[in-house]
T-cell receptor
Framework: GNSVTQMEGPVTLSEEAFLTINCTYTATGYPSLFWYVQYPGEGLQLLLK?????DKGSNKGFEATYRKETTSFHLEKGSVQVSDSAVYFCALSDSSSNTGKLIFGQGTTLQVKP | DSGVTQTPKHLITATGQRVTLRCSPRSGDLSVYWYQQSLDQGLQFLIQYYNGEERAKGNILERFSAQQFPDLHSELNLSSLELGDSALYFCASSVGWTGELFFGEGSRLTVL
């Protein structure tokens, strides 16, 4: 079945450091890929998405490229801020299922120190 | 504010009891999804309703049930509660099948 694997956290970085959170997936068909972010005490919010191979999703300085050959969708940011501290979830949606349901990875906690 | 409202925010109950969690989706969204978030299992998809009908089913226990009403709000019923049911339960809504879900802030259930 479909699944998503993320790098384990927590990831601790200093402000202005470069961020990479790895995500790989297993899926039949042609899934859409997503990154969601969960700030402390809040629900998940969509951060960015990509719907087909080689698409790059970007938002708020974050970006991720849909790599079909390596089945990956790694999240990157060039310079993190303290306010980026949160839990990041990689997810996929099987567009052929006509449900829109998401399969999530385990989540990666990011802590950014001043 | 995502526009998705969940009540109650916190709930403490005892083993063997039954609780109902409520979700009001964003205005205009026909789909409602329920997810369970626990430390050891991560985010698990439970069930989806679309315009009152069950659309997809995930890892939902037989002790759990859900429904979506004509006004599109949804309820998740959890019965014969066990300690392991303690978790954060999220509701999300969407207008179509794009995977762009809008999440509520969750209902934290503690079973003692």
């Amino acid at each position: 079945g479909n699944s998503v694997t993320q790098m384990e956290g927590p990831v601790t970085l200093s402000e202005e450091a470069f961020l990479t959170i790895n995500c790989t997936y297993t899926a039949t068909g042609y899934p859409s890929l997503f990154w969601y972010v969960q700030y402390p005490g809040e629900g998940l919010q969509l951060l960015l998405k990509a719907t087909k191979a080689d698409d790059k999703g970007s938002n708020k300085g974050f970006e991720a490229t849909y790599r079909k050959e390596t089945t990956s969708f790694h999240l990157e940011k060039g310079s993190v801020q303290v306010s980026d501290s949160a839990v990041y979830f990689c997810a996929l949606s099987d567009s052929s299922s006509n449900t829109g349901k998401l399969i999530f990875g385990q989540g990666t906690t990011l802590q950014v120190k001043p | 504010d995502s526009g998705v409202t969940q009540t109650p925010k916190h709930l403490i109950t005892a083993t063997g009891q039954r609780v109902t969690l409520r979700c009001s989706p964003r205005s205009g969204d026909l789909s409602v999804y329920w997810y369970q978030q626990s430390l050891d299992q991560g985010l698990q998809f439970l069930i989806q309703y679309y315009n009152g009908e069950e659309r997809a089913k995930g890892n939902i226990l037989e002790r759990f049930s859900a429904q979506q009403f004509p006004d599109l709000h949804s309820e998740l019923n959890l019965s014969s509660l066990e300690l392991g049911d303690s978790a954060l339960y999220f509701c999300a809504s969407s207008v179509g099948w794009t995977g762009e879900l809008f999440f509520g802030e969750g209902s934290r259930l503690t079973v003692l």
